[in-house]
């Protein structure tokens, strides 16, 4: 049996695309200490389904010596909801949007950014803003977010052996 985790934003071509390539990366750079496989993957609220992910998120993704390019699309489904064992969600709006189509999955979704850190309150401060259409310097800031709340994630994943709680 494996674990499923899934990663949430707008249109699966940039924030879930990284997320989905670092966790990726990272888990296999620990395999070693994996109890059990971990399946990882992305989609969007609002995805175009087939559309590639943004020339920004590849460059990126590319320093750190991940090909994404053959990533496609995928629009969010009830099914995907439920198939995951931990959702991480780029923005409040999508944390809300996921449980109101699947309100069981309570439990199992968090904001990627708060992921691992002491609450704080305030939810609003947690988003990882969509950096399609803007700067290389703002694409850089959200990777560097989502390459941090990443690593905390495979922490999560291969340091207790347990179930990450969201």
């Known amino acids: 049996m494996s674990k499923h985790v899934l990663f949430v934003c707008t249109g699966n071509s940039c924030r879930s695309v990284m997320a989905q390539g670092l966790l990726q990366l990272r888990l296999k ?83 990627l950014k708060a992921f691992g850190l002491p609450s704080s309150g305030g939810a609003h401060h947690a988003d990882i803003p969509d950096p399609i259409g ?10 560097s977010v989502i390459q941090a709340a990443v690593d905390r994630v495979a922490q999560s994943l291969v340091g207790s052996g ?3 709680q969201a």
């Open 134 to 143: 803007k700067t290389t310097e703002i694409y850089e800031d959200c990777f």
């Open 162 to 164: 347990k179930q990450p």
């Open 29 to 111: 750079r620990l395999e070693h200490r994996l109890t059990e496989p971990i399946e990882v993957a992305s989609a969007g609220m609002l995805a175009v389904e087939g559309m590639s992910p943004s020339r920004e998120a590849l460059r990126l993704l590319q320093r750190e010596g991940l090909d994404m390019s053959t990533h496609m699309a995928r629009a969010l489904t009830d099914d995907m909801i439920r198939a995951a064992d931990l959702i991480l969600a780029m923005e409040q709006v999508h944390l809300e949007d996921i449980l109101r189509r699947v309100p069981e999955a309570r439990g199992k979704v968090s904001l």
